[in-house]
Every structure is written in structure tokens, then in C-alpha cells.
Nanobody, 123 residues
Framework: VQLQASGGGLVQPGGSLRLSCAASGRTFSSYVMGWFRQAPGKEREFVAAITWDGGSAYYLDSVKGRFTISRDNAKNTVYLQMNSLKPEDTAVYYC?????????????????WGQGTQVTVSS
């Protein structure tokens, strides 16, 4: 499985960005897709994830109400709409795929990782 993320960039505080991640290669009957991020000098942290049918989503507390995760299974693509961005959201964002149907927040729960896309929030 290959994960190709895109959509990162530089944005001012309060601005918005939408990340996309397309999965290709082997497919699974049901799987979770999501996003982690890693800021300089910090550990990688879970941001959001969504189940195969889109019925359940889970978010890092600090992004609730600002970020929305969604997916288009016809395109094998997951999206992260990020609004009201803050400087503390600055990080490299990684797309992930879990081959099981339940959401977990640990890095070890995700077998497949994309290459990362930089998000910088700064004035």
C-alpha cells in the first residue's frame, strides 16, 4: 500500500488548509485511515482517524471543532479539513492506514504511513 499526501503549505493564523491522502496498491475490506503529526522536537501524535464507512471519527482534543476528517472510498482518499489554524498546529502531517476496523491512537496501530506534508502556521 502506498499513501500519497498533499495539501500542506504556509498559512496565517486563523486560516484553513485541506490535506488529502490517496491510497493505492493493495486494498482491504475495511480499514481505518487517519492523520498523525510531528512538530520539531516533539513526539509524533495522533490527530484524527475515520472508520471505513465514515460512521466513526476520533480527534485529538486540541483540534476538535476545528479539524474535520472525511473520506471518499471510491477514490481511496482521506481528507483533513483544518480551520482556525494556530501556530501550534505547525508540524509535518502524516497520512496513515490501519488494516483493522477499529480506531486506535497509538503509532504502532498503523502499519502504513505516507511521506508527510509540512503545515506551517505563521504570520
Amino acid at each position: 500500500v502506498q499513501l500519497q499526501a498533499s495539501g500542506g503549505g504556509l498559512v496565517q493564523p486563523g486560516g484553513s488548509l485541506r490535506l488529502s491522502c490517496a491510497a493505492s496498491g493493495r486494498t482491504f475490506s475495511s480499514y481505518v485511515m487517519g492523520w498523525f503529526r510531528q512538530a520539531p522536537g516533539k513526539e509524533r501524535e495522533f490527530v484524527a482517524a475515520i472508520t471505513w464507512d465514515g460512521g466513526s471519527a476520533y480527534y485529538l482534543d486540541s483540534v476538535k471543532g476545528r479539524f474535520t476528517i472525511s473520506r471518499d472510498n471510491a477514490k481511496n482518499t482521506v481528507y483533513l479539513q483544518m480551520n482556525s489554524l494556530k501556530p501550534e498546529d505547525t508540524a509535518v502531517y502524516y497520512c496513515v492506514l490501519r488494516v483493522f476496523p477499529n480506531i486506535v491512537t497509538s503509532t504502532t496501530g498503523y502499519l502504513y504511513w505516507g511521506q508527510g506534508t509540512q503545515v506551517t502556521v505563521s504570520s
